[in-house]
């Protein structure tokens, strides 16, 4: 007996596996299985090596149905994404959207349909891949102006003390001296002199990277 298998994969904390079900369901679908995988990147793990990815090509048989979200669901390589449709085609595999109502099959033999549909395959899994560059660039774009913008909310407050404030409150330390002498004697608040004793290492990467900003 055939059966509808939805895959649903969730890669972030604001998408949901009941959403995805529900939207299918909404969409006419009868589901008899649900397969999904969660937190895990379409980009850089193709299907094949994700947990659930892998008992998706065991379970699909001849005559069942593949319901997915968006073709993006499978995967946001386009090689990767191709090759499972296709995969899945030969196999008698009927591959359904729910956005856009797509169904992608093997039934068809006349050349001309086979070259539409694998058009609008390869159109689809090219636009997945090259949505998700795309919003990968905006957002390291975004980062580095928002860092341009507010230094302090990535490198965390500048410290009060240079480079030859560092050394010489490690030198003192290193003496014996004791927070209240150090700060007394470099200037420094005695809390920043226990902040730099109790992590010397801490607070030498801090002022490397504001130094590296400031380069």
């Known amino acids: 007996m055939s059966q509808t298998i939805l895959y649903a994969r969730v890669s972030t904390s604001d998408q949901t596996l009941e959403h995805q079900k529900t939207q299918a369901e909404a969409a006419g679908f009868k589901i008899d299985h649900v397969v999904s995988d969660k ?22 048989r001849t005559g069942d149905t593949l319901v997915v979200r968006w ?33 992608f099959d093997g039934a068809t033999k006349d050349p001309m349909q086979e070259a539409v549909r694998d058009a609008l395959i390869a159109f689809m899994a090219a636009m997945a891949q090259s949505q998700a560059e795309a919003a990968k660039e905006a957002q390291k774009a975004g980062i580095a102006a928002a860092k341009e913008r507010e230094p302090e909310s990535y490198l965390g407050r500048k410290p009060s003390y240079d480079r030859d404030g560092l050394v010489a409150v ?16 470099t200037g420094l608040s005695r809390q920043t002199v226990l ?11 801090v002022l490397r990277a504001w130094e590296a900003k400031a380069a």
């Open 39 to 60: 937190g895990i990147s379409g980009i850089s793990t193709m299907l094949r090596e994700r947990p659930e990815g892998r008992r998706l090509f065991d379970m699909l």
């Open 71 to 103: 073709v993006d669901r499978l995967g946001r390589n386009y090689q990767d994404v191709t090759d499972c449709i296709r995969e899945f085609m030969r196999k008698g595999v009927v591959i359904r959207t729910v956005i856009n109502g797509l169904t």
């Open 195 to 205: 902040r730099i004793k109790a992590d010397p290492a801490k607070a030498d990467g």
């Open 170 to 185: 490690l030198e003192l330390l290193g003496k014996g001296a004791g927070a209240s002498e150090i700060a007394k004697a």
